[in-house]
């Protein structure tokens, strides 16, 4: 690869041991939490800290991100030690935006989530028919607040089965902690920024990596080399707010796009493949005969 992160190989996670497919899940609480109780209470101490995060350069346009209740998220996060110092927006979007941020043990991805501005339609073709969330109801904050701990919860399983994402490391309310990918000059670069010397390996990590989801009971629901980035000589998959379990009634539409997405992908950079090969490995359902694909561990032959 010419990006100065990327290697032209990529070592594979060894997986922990992964939940069983289809395993049920613990439901996630959606109540007032200690951030709101931190906003109600506006104390002293608090009251300093907004008035800081207000009057910093890089939050003056963010009023619909940073509403009360987020900044008492912010405050608890940075008593609890998780947050020391806020950097600049690392990317900003429709749904969210992520900051870097110092913590004691490094720099930090701080995700927000705009309870207001949220795109709360998107959100609900995820989240309805995930047992994790019935009964959740139409309140925006609830919806917005449940996508936040689901993502949160997504990214713990797709680490236990072996799949490399960023580390999760605190989630309060609608504010997701996790690791930083990058160097001090800049963020990882994603897969659509880079250029790929040996396409064929990175195809066997990605598919790999989509079938270890999918063998702990995950689907992604958006993968696409825009979400796939590159990070000291790993492919590192992003944003599973969306991911949902194979309880979900759409699970297998989910699947086949995210195939088709990433299978065009490649065959764009020359790797014989198709969104019916890639669901055959993923799925497994091409195991007992073969299923026409690759050896997904035959990178020395490939180069």
């Not at 509403?67 to 996060?77: H, V």
């Not at 701080?110 to 959740?136: C, H, Q, T």
């Not at 699970?251 to 969104?275: I, K």
Request: with cysteine; hydrophobic share 35%; aromatic share 8%.
């Amino acid at each position: 690869m010419s990006d100065p992160d990327a290697s032209g190989e990529f070592d594979l996670l060894e997986p922990d041991e992964a939940d069983a497919f289809g395993d049920e899940w613990e439901e996630i609480d959606v109540s007032d939490d200690e951030a709101d109780r931190i906003a109600r209470k506006r104390d002293r101490e608090f009251l300093t800290f907004r008035k800081r995060i207000k009057d910093a350069d890089q939050f003056k346009v963010e009023d619909s991100v940073f509403d009360e209740a987020t900044l008492g998220a912010l405050y608890k996060l940075v008593q609890d030690g998780h947050i020391a110092a806020f950097g600049g927006p690392l990317s900003t979007g429709k749904e969210a935006n992520v900051y870097l941020a110092a913590s004691d043990d490094g720099e930090v991805a701080v995700k927000v989530y705009r309870i207001n501005a949220s795109d709360f339609r998107s959100m609900r073709e995820y989240l309805d028919g995930d047992p994790r969330f019935e009964g959740i109801g139409s309140d925006k904050k609830k919806v917005v607040v449940a996508w936040t701990k689901k993502e949160f919860a997504n990214l713990q399983r797709a680490a236990r089965a072996g799949v490399r994402v960023p580390e999760p490391i605190a989630v309060q309310r609608n504010v997701l902690v996790m690791e930083y990918l990058g160097t001090e000059e800049d963020r990882a670069r994603r897969l659509n920024e880079v250029e790929i010397e040996n396409p064929r390996v990175a195809y066997e990590v990605v598919r790999e990596y989509m079938r270890r989801l999918f063998r702990a009971g995950l689907v992604h629901g958006d993968l696409s080399e825009y979400n796939v980035v590159v990070h000291d000589g790993e492919l590192v998959v992003l944003d599973l707010g969306q991911a949902v379990t194979v309880h979900h009634p759409n699970y297998r539409d989910f699947l086949e796009r995210d195939c088709e997405n990433v299978a065009n992908f490649f065959a764009r950079q020359g790797v014989e493949t198709d969104g019916d090969q890639l669901l055959a490995f993923v799925s497994g359902e091409g195991e007992a005969d073969g299923g026409g694909e690759l050896d997904p561990y035959d990178a020395e032959e490939s180069g």
